[in-house]
């Protein structure tokens, strides 16, 4: 995919971003995108969700527990004390939301892709790999403090 055309980086900002403003009324704040090779992430839940298509990847939504938690209040308006079923309901739904809004993004830009259905994964310490070859831009953003990562990875099918 030519850089020149699409910035993914500034995609994935201005996607989660809306997302934040319109469905949890909170402004965040982004850190520069980082691009190439990932290791681990800081997180204690991870939701993702594949891409098809023209472009093929995963975007996923990384969060240390207290930010999940922190999300997960701020969304269905209530204390949340531990990381259960609404925490991953809604961590997957901010990534099917993100992802929605990359999809529009993409099309504008004669892409067309296809979303899967969100999963969740939930540990103290664990890596997400695959895709050869695949390109990867993450962006930290910062919520009442403390940081999450939302990642894409991807191939354009040529």
């Known amino acids: 995919m030519n850089e020149t055309e699409i910035n993914i980086g500034q995609a994935i900002m201005d996607s989660t971003r809306e997302v934040f403003s319109t469905m949890l009324m909170v402004e965040l704040k982004a850190d520069e995108p980082i691009e190439g090779q990932g290791g681990e ?3 204690n ?17 990384h969060c240390p ?14 204390e949340v004390e531990e990381i259960d079923e609404d ?7 901010i990534a099917n ?4 809004n990359l999809k529009v993004f993409f099309q504008k830009h ?26 990867r831009v993450a962006v930290p953003f910062s919520m009442n403090g403390r940081t999450f990562l939302v990642e894409l990875k991807y191939m354009e099918n040529t």
């Not at 930010?67 to 969304?75: E, L, P, Q, S």
């Not at 925490?87 to 739904?93: M, T």
């Open 65 to 78: 527990g207290e930010v999940a938690k922190d999300i997960t209040g701020t969304f269905l308006g209530m």
């Open 97 to 100: 939301m993100v992802a929605g």
């Open 110 to 135: 004669g892409r067309d892709i296809e979303l899967a259905i969100p999963t969740s994964v939930v540990g103290n310490s664990f890596r997400t790999s695959g895709m050869s070859g695949a390109q």
């Open 45 to 61: 839940i991870t939701s993702m969700l594949g891409l098809g298509k023209d472009i093929r990847g995963m975007l996923s939504v």
């Open 41 to 43: 992430v800081d997180s």
């Open 87 to 93: 925490v991953k309901d809604a961590i997957g739904e």
